[in-house]
């Protein structure tokens, strides 16, 4: 499958050997307003665009290839540095302005017995770093003479940058999807391994407690008695004769 996003030198990607994808990945973009009123009724005007925020998670783990720790460090290396890349999914930028990381959080951190990560969540929060690569202003000029020659001035006109949608990529939910099972998966073959090691630990033990009492020497039998031959008392038969 290979990869399916880009965010600078950082890659999610799902292969025969590693899986570093997704998942809840959501984008959201909204405005500042200011209330107005008119002949007794209020309503909404818009001052300016909010900077469009994106979010997600990023599920590490070692069984499906991951260097989890290394893998997380990272993230949070980027987050303090403040990095700012375009995102592109599936080659194509997700939209026309770069994306500045502002948060890495890591949670559910799984250690082995000798404190190597093992798993672990990280929550990374990227909002819009710079503008719209699509805004354009152009300014306009004045027509006419002054107000004693009855001329009229006209206002610069001015195009404001468009509103982003907010929108989900279809591949990215179905990648966040088969990840989320992928995870799921490798979880329940963990549980299937150890109830497997734990039968096999104990046949092994019953194993060795057979072999032992086959070993136990049985108890001798007891030996046959031997009676005295009779001897002939050949001197009373003598004195008898």
């Known amino acids: 499958m290979g990869q399916i996003a880009k965010w600078g030198d950082l890659t999610f990607l799902v292969t025969a050997n590693v899986i570093h994808s997704f998942t809840n990945f959501t984008i959201k973009n909204s405005c500042n307003t200011e209330t107005k009123n008119c002949q007794g009724q209020d ?36 987050a303090r540095a403040g990095r700012c890349h375009y995102i592109y999914i599936g080659g194509t930028k997700l939209l026309p302005f770069q994306f500045r990381l502002t948060e890495t959080s890591i949670s559910d951190l799984v250690l082995s017995p000798t404190g190597k990560w093992i798993s672990c969540t990280v929550k990374l929060t990227m909002k819009q770093g710079t503008q719209d690569d699509s805004s354009v202003t152009t300014g306009g000029g004045s027509s006419g003479g002054g107000s004693s020659g009855g001329g009229s001035s ?88």
């Open 43 to 78: 309503y909404l005007t818009k001052k300016s665009i909010k900077p469009a925020e994106v979010s997600f998670n990023v599920p590490l783990n070692a069984f499906t290839g991951c260097n989890v720790e290394q893998s997380a460090k990272n993230y949070l290396y980027a």
């Open 154 to 241: 006209s206002p610069p006109k001015k195009t404001t940058a468009k509103k982003p949608t907010t929108k989900k990529t279809s591949a990215v939910s179905v990648v966040g999807a088969v990840v989320g099972a992928v995870v799921a998966a490798v979880s329940t073959v963990k549980k299937v391994v150890s109830v497997v090691s734990t039968v096999s630990n104990a046949i092994k033990t019953a194993a060795a407690v057979v072999n032992k009492a086959k070993t136990v020497s049985k108890p001798a039998a007891p030996k046959p008695v031997v009676k005295p031959a009779r001897v002939q008392n050949t001197k009373i038969k003598r004195m008898a004769k």
